[in-house]
């Protein structure tokens, strides 16, 4: 049976001044991971997974394991850290998914996205035995939409990016919805995603069905996916 499960981290003041709560819950993360001893685990994306990353390539693990990423960033701190590199079409089946969040309320649900990795991400997660967040506590909510205020984001076709933002706009009249840009020292126009899409963040305010939402959302003819990792 698949699991879920959260770890929230908060340094402790023995820690040097340079071990911060999202390295500090990376690496606490992997060294549970280690006592299971699991053979294939899925990367997240993201800065806590840098320190995990970092933190796996030198344990015992690194010899054994096999990492399955989903993104070209995760990609590439599996290679430069010396790990095996795998896909789901080699193993299918992943023992445990390690992965971070921008919002996690008490029921699990997390909203994810601000890299703009949320599909590739939740496409492991659903092969995976285990899935396991990590995240340092302010990550930490009661209800999802008052602490990460930048918006759910939705991936979608170019193609089809203004129809979309009409349609959003008709069905939630009251939500700030922004086609994400990307850093005009980096490029001109849109950010695109690993696959190709444009993100559309849709603010709606705290949420009182995440499940809910995602299924209204997701049914939009052109929405890839959408950064709401709902009972998973």
């Known amino acids: 049976m698949r699991q879920g499960s959260t770890t929230f981290k908060q340094p402790s003041s023995t820690l040097p001044d340079n071990v911060n709560g999202k390295k500090w819950a990376g690496i606490k993360a992997i060294q ?10 899925g990367i997240g994306s993201g ?20 990492c399955i990423p989903t993104s070209f ?9 010396k790990l095996r590199l795998g896909s789901l079409e080699q193993y299918p089946v992943v023992d445990v998914m390690v992965d971070g969040a921008d ?19 939740k496409f492991v997660a659903q092969a995976s035995r285990k899935y396991v ?16 205020k930048q918006g759910i984001p939705v991936e979608v076709m170019p193609v089809a990016a203004s129809s979309i933002m009409i349609t959003l706009e008709k069905i939630f009249p009251k939500a700030n919805l922004n086609l994400r840009m ?30 809910e939402l995602y299924k209204e959302l997701k049914c939009i003819s052109g929405v890839l996916d959408v950064g709401l990792f709902c009972k998973m």
């Open 103 to 121: 919002e996690i309320d008490p029921d699990l649900n997390a909203i994810k996205g601000r890299r703009g990795c949320f599909f590739q991400e």
């Open 47 to 66: 800065t806590t997974i840098v320190h995990a990353l970092e933190y796996l390539g030198k344990s015992p693990l690194a010899e054994t394991v096999t």
């Open 133 to 148: 967040l990590i995240a340092d506590v302010s990550k930490k909510s009661n209800q999802l939409g008052t602490v990460w």
């Open 32 to 41: 549970d991971l280690i006592e299971s001893k699991p053979s294939v685990i």
């Open 182 to 211: 990307a850093a005009p020292t980096h490029k001109v126009g849109p950010v695109v995603t690993d696959n190709g899409n444009f993100i559309i963040d849709c603010d709606f305010g705290p949420l009182k069905d995440p499940l």
């Open 73 to 81: 960033q995760t990609r590439q701190l599996i290679v430069s850290n």
